[in-house]
């Protein structure tokens, strides 16, 4: 069946990038949100960013008022029901999106796909509570979408082979690089980065150097663009305890298990970047190491 009318779940951080690569990819979409200041909010972030486009030379002010056109918000799930593709990118909450797909498995056309963007819910709890297991899978994409190449498409047990081919399909068209995974705790990124990024943590609490050496180390010694303890800071502390809690309940090996630091700075709301402060303060000009007190 050839995706026309993409529905998007959620307008937060994913959400509203995931709509917008899909309605300059030329679908239309249908944006969903749980109330009209977070969908004015994420599409507010939309235009600002076509207008950069605009501003910046990329694209034409026609083009991105065609691209804008393209996308209805709503507050109403039932304006899914013509969709070809539904993608959930609400809150990393299971109980959540059961709930979501429940409720747009009998409102959407019965043909249609169903894709979750999880970092790391199993994408077979959500397909099993559907009519639909074939059609379900992963279309898991990476912050800030509108930047970030990759998308991993994520088979499940019960995803059939078309459903795959159509989800790698989809990411060709919006242009992005794709890969095909199993549907396992972390899937290829984040079960190779999360153990990197819990080490570096652990690195620190062995005192085998301090936070900039760390993270300098990584940038001069491994061609990483920023360190382990920057790229955490800015992942979110949070966000990274809780899939390395799920990989832990996984795979039940220590080198997905959170450390204590991160642990303790995670009690202490220090998220990182997006609190002000983490590994580094981002109060000031420039980010200043803080060292955690271990
Ligand atoms: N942040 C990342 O780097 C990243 C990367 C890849 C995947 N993900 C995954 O994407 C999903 C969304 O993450 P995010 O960072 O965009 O979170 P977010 O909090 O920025 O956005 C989630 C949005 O979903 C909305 N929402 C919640 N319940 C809803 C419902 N029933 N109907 C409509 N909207 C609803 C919330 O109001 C919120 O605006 C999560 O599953 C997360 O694991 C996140």
């Given at each position: 069946m050839e995706i026309k009318k993409v529905g998007v779940v959620g307008c937060g951080l994913m959400g509203h990038g995931i709509t917008q690569v899909s309605a300059q990819a030329g679908y239309d979409v249908v944006v969903a949100e749980t109330s009209q200041d977070k969908l004015d909010a994420g599409i507010g972030k939309i235009e600002k960013q076509l207008a950069r486009a605009v501003d910046k030379g990329k694209i034409e002010q026609p083009a991105a008022d065609e691209i804008r056109r393209r996308i209805s918000p709503t507050l109403d799930l039932s304006d899914f029901a013509d969709c070809d593709l539904v993608i959930e990118a609400i809150s990393e909450d299971l109980d959540l999106k059961l709930e979501v797909w429940e409720k747009l498995d009998g409102i959407v056309k019965g043909d249609a796909y169903f894709a979750t963007n999880t970092?790391?819910?199993?994408v077979i709890n959500q397909a099993a509570v559907t009519t639909r297991p074939a059609q379900f899978l992963g279309l898991h994409f990476f912050n800030p979408v509108q930047v970030m190449p990759l998308m991993e498409v994520i088979q499940s047990v019960t995803t059939s082979p078309e459903a795959m081919a159509a989800g790698l399909a989809f990411g060709e068209k919006l242009k992005k690089q794709t890969v095909a995974t199993k549907d396992k705790a972390g899937f290829i990124v984040n079960r190779l980065l999360v153990p990197y990024l819990l080490d570096g943590i652990r690195g620190l609490e062995e005192g085998i150097g301090s936070i900039d050496e760390i993270d300098a180390a990584m940038k001069a010694?491994?061609?990483?663009?920023?360190g382990p303890l920057t790229l955490a800071d800015f992942v979110g502390l949070d966000t990274l305890m809780s899939i390395s809690n799920v990989m832990f309940d996984e795979f039940r090996e220590r080198r997905f298990a959170a450390p204590p630091t991160l642990r303790k700075m995670v009690a202490a709301g220090f998220y990182g970047k997006k609190s002000g402060?983490?590994?580094?303060?981002?109060?000031?000009?420039n980010p200043v190491p803080v060292n955690p007190g271990l």
């Open positions: 970092s790391s819910l199993p010694g491994a061609g990483h663009p920023m402060r983490g590994f580094y303060d981002y109060s000031g000009e």
